[in-house]
């Protein structure tokens, strides 16, 4: 660590300190000082918000930053507000920005990454429990991406998998080899064991986000008799522990309404979680079920109501299909974020697996000059409609071109699917959703002036 990274570290843990002194007196006072450290003015809109909850008790959000004051361990705190206001957001993003513009490529904001495609759960639909333990990037190799993202000015990194905690001895070993990053993990929560949660308390910088479909019967369904109790028992340790997490729910034509309703976010809340991240079902691989695609009047209805929820309730929820007007459209392709499979291949996407690199063939910076990557860097946004954000689900004919013109190929290990197949899957609901999509954007854009 450096003199300055000491210096910050030293004002982080006397800021939190005086926050814990008196919360109430002392949060916009903190405020303050953030806008002063803020140079260069990069996060206005999201500091008013912040503002205006801890000004108003009446606010949803005062609720929910009082949860966080109140339930997170406090040297927890400090090694996240640290990590991701200040080396993330503040340090890593101007470094960021200024690179993109050097090297005329992408330089994403957070790396995503599956330490193993091994699973301990068999998952109706997923293929990591019948492929096994064949895959792993090695810990030098996880070491390594994350040193070279450092350089990039990236401190976010996020598991998927497989199931990463399969690999939780070497995850936790990355938390202490880089306490200057937030780490978090998707993850179906079944290996959170009392040990595990002791460590995450010690290290301070790794999150878990669950995995749930909704309710008990939902969940069991898909992943297992007696899984549901399993996650509820690892939210109760995290819980006692003082320790945040939360919730990765990923909506389908037959699941949506149970798991955007207002009892489900109840539930959550009750529960301890601290965010939502909603995922559109993908129709990815090919024995994907477009079925399971909602339909444009249930994706409307979805958006509708976690824009109702999260601005009512102390949960904060991000609809990674439906929020693209607030981060500019498609943050794949190394714009924001990239993902590196098990085997080492750099897709510009989790969910779109086609790639000309290889983590261990190439650097992070040659793999993000890679054809596939220069590609989406040449053509975002896809869309100027911000409701159609995506490559694959709404805009299918440029994926196809893209993939062709770089001469990417498949990355997935047990059937590789090619472009034309994947898009295939897509064409019809495209065309479906580009109706309502324009009507609504034009609505909305109409109304607000």
């Known amino acids: 660590m450096n003199f300055s990274s000491t210096l910050q570290k030293l004002g982080i843990e006397h800021a939190v300190n005086y926050l814990y002194r008196d919360p109430e007196k002392n949060l916009l006072t903190l405020m303050d000082w953030a806008d002063k450290f803020d140079q260069t003015n990069a996060f206005p809109s999201q500091r008013a918000v912040i503002r205006e909850a801890i000004q108003d008790p009446r606010h949803p959000y005062y609720a929910f930053i009082r949860h966080m004051i109140d339930e997170i361990d406090p040297k927890v705190m400090q090694t996240l507000v640290t990590n991701f206001f200040i080396n993330s957001a503040l340090v890593g993003w101007p470094r960021q920005e200024k690179l993109r513009v050097e090297h005329d490529c992408n330089i994403p904001w957070a790396i995503l990454m599956d330490p193993t495609s091994a699973c301990n759960l068999h998952c109706t639909g997923c293929w990591a429990a019948e492929y096994g333990n064949k895959l792993n990037l090695t810990f030098d190799e996880l070491d390594s991406i994350i040193r070279q993202g450092k350089e990039l000015g990236v401190y976010m990194y996020i598991y998927t998998g497989g199931e990463p905690l399969v690999r939780r001895d070497d995850l936790i070993r990355i938390c202490e080899r880089h306490d200057d990053c937030v780490f978090?993990?998707?993850?179906?929560?079944?290996?959170?064991?009392?040990?595990?949660?002791?460590?995450?308390?010690?290290?301070?910088?790794?999150?878990?986000?669950?995995?749930?479909?909704?309710?008990?019967?939902?969940?069991?369904?898909?992943?297992?008799?007696?899984?549901?109790?399993?996650?509820?028992?690892?939210?109760?340790?995290?819980?006692?522990?003082?320790?945040?997490?939360?919730?990765?729910?990923?909506?389908?034509?037959?699941?949506?309404?149970?798991?955007?309703?207002?009892?489900?976010?109840?539930?959550?809340?009750e529960m301890g979680a601290y965010f939502i991240w909603y995922f559109h079902y993908m129709p990815v691989g090919n024995d994907a079920a477009p079925e399971l695609l909602p339909t444009p009047e249930q994706r409307v209805e979805i958006r509708r109501r976690i824009r109702s929820l999260r601005a009512e309730k102390p949960l904060f929820a991000m609809d990674f299909q439906n929020d693209a007007e607030y981060v500019g459209g498609c943050i794949a392709g190394g714009r924001r974020y990239l993902h590196i499979n098990a085997n080492g291949d750099v897709d510009p996407c989790v969910f779109i697996h086609y790639s000309n690199a290889n983590i261990r063939d190439m650097s992070l910076l040659e793999a993000l000059k890679s054809p596939i990557f220069m590609a989406y860097h040449r053509n975002q946004p896809f869309n100027d409609n911000m409701l159609r954000?995506?490559?694959?689900?709404?805009?299918?004919?440029?994926?196809?071109?893209?993939?062709?013109?770089?001469?990417?190929?498949?990355?997935?290990?047990?059937?590789?699917?090619?472009?034309?197949?994947?898009?295939?899957?897509?064409?019809?609901?495209?065309?479906?959703?580009?109706?309502?999509a324009e009507s609504l954007w034009t609505a909305e854009r109409n109304a607000a002036g």
């Not at 929560?189 to 008990?216: K, Y």
């Not at 954000?389 to 196809?400: A, G, T, V």
Request: hydrophobic letters at 30%.
């Open 184 to 269: 978090l993990s998707f993850t179906n929560a079944t290996l959170i064991d009392e040990q595990f949660a002791d460590d995450m308390l010690r290290v301070g910088n790794f999150i878990p986000a669950i995995s749930l479909e909704g309710n008990e019967q939902d969940t069991d369904s898909r992943r297992g008799q007696g899984t549901y109790q399993k996650v509820i028992r690892a939210m109760k340790l995290l819980r006692q522990r003082r320790l945040p997490y939360g919730i990765s729910s990923c909506y389908t034509s037959r699941n949506w309404k149970s798991i955007t309703s207002e009892e489900y976010y109840d539930s959550l809340i």
């Open 389 to 436: 954000p995506c490559p694959m689900l709404e805009n299918p004919e440029k994926l196809r071109r893209m993939v062709s013109e770089s001469g990417a190929r498949s990355t997935d290990p047990m059937s590789p699917e090619s472009a034309e197949h994947l898009c295939a899957k897509c064409d019809r609901y495209a065309a479906q959703w580009a109706a309502a």
